[in-house]
């Protein structure tokens, strides 16, 4: 079975600072997707950005990016130039060739000003 | 931006009651999912929907729960006989295509808190 796992229950980082959340995984499956999804305290996830693991590309989304290593199956997430509008929950979530996605247990991130 | 949305925010109900969660995920979508959250826990996969049928459930998905989409725009998910066990966050998911067509994403409702008492 599928296994996320995110070590880090709360962050704190100065606003303009960068900061790296990880995630690692375990999986037997070859083929799948990773996401990290953002829960502000407004509630509603949103996706922030995703690696298929088919490409050796680490994914970029303007000030997010990736660090995706399949062989240590590590999936960390930087946040380069923190705003105070990044403060929230971050998830961690593995998904392949069935319906659902397996998260992890969340990191809190607290952007300081 | 389309949103799924979900209602209530907010239920409180006592132990034994029946509770129904509505969504309305976004039109054009054609698989819908609900996942739950119990408070400081990791998000939890509990049911897939498509064509009007089942396609995946967990186990925390048990007999006490049922989904339908009666009118071809609500997703409702319903628990017969609330526990204590059962307060969280609910959320609805939805999606256009099967998820790894390389295209999709699922797209989250802010959720529905259920409290037990």
């Known amino acids: 079975a599928q296994t996320v796992t995110q070590s880090q229950p709360e962050m704190s980082v100065q606003e303009a600072e960068t900061v790296t959340l990880s995630c690692t995984y375990d999986t037997s499956e070859n083929n799948y997707y990773l996401f990290w999804y953002k829960q502000p305290p407004s509630r509603q996830m949103i996706l922030v950005i995703r690696q298929e693991a088919y490409k050796q590309q680490n994914a970029t989304e303007n000030r997010f990016s990736v660090n995706f290593q399949k062989a240590a199956k590590s999936f960390s997430l930087k946040i380069s130039d923190s705003q105070l509008g990044d403060t929230a929950m971050y998830f961690c979530a593995f998904g392949s060739g069935t319906y659902k996605y397996i998260f992890g247990t969340g990191t809190r991130l607290k952007v300081l000003a | 931006e389309p949103e799924v949305t979900q209602t209530p925010s907010h239920q409180v109900t006592q132990m034994g009651q029946e509770v129904i969660l509505r969504c309305v995920p976004i039109s054009n979508h054609l698989y819908f999912y609900w996942y739950r959250q119990i408070l400081g826990q990791k998000v939890e996969f509990l049911v897939s929907?498509?064509?009007?049928?089942?396609?995946?459930k967990s186990e925390i998905f048990d007999d006490q729960f049922s989904v339908e989409r009666p009118d071809g725009s609500n997703f409702t998910l319903k628990i017969r006989s609330t526990k204590l066990e059962d307060s969280a966050m609910y959320f609805c998911?939805?999606?256009?295509?099967?998820?790894?067509?390389?295209?999709?994403?699922?797209?989250f409702g802010a959720g529905s808190r259920l409290t037990v008492l």
């Open positions: 929907f498509y064509n009007n049928e089942i396609s995946e």
């Open positions: 998911a939805s999606d256009r295509d099967r998820g790894f067509s390389g295209a999709n994403v699922l797209t």
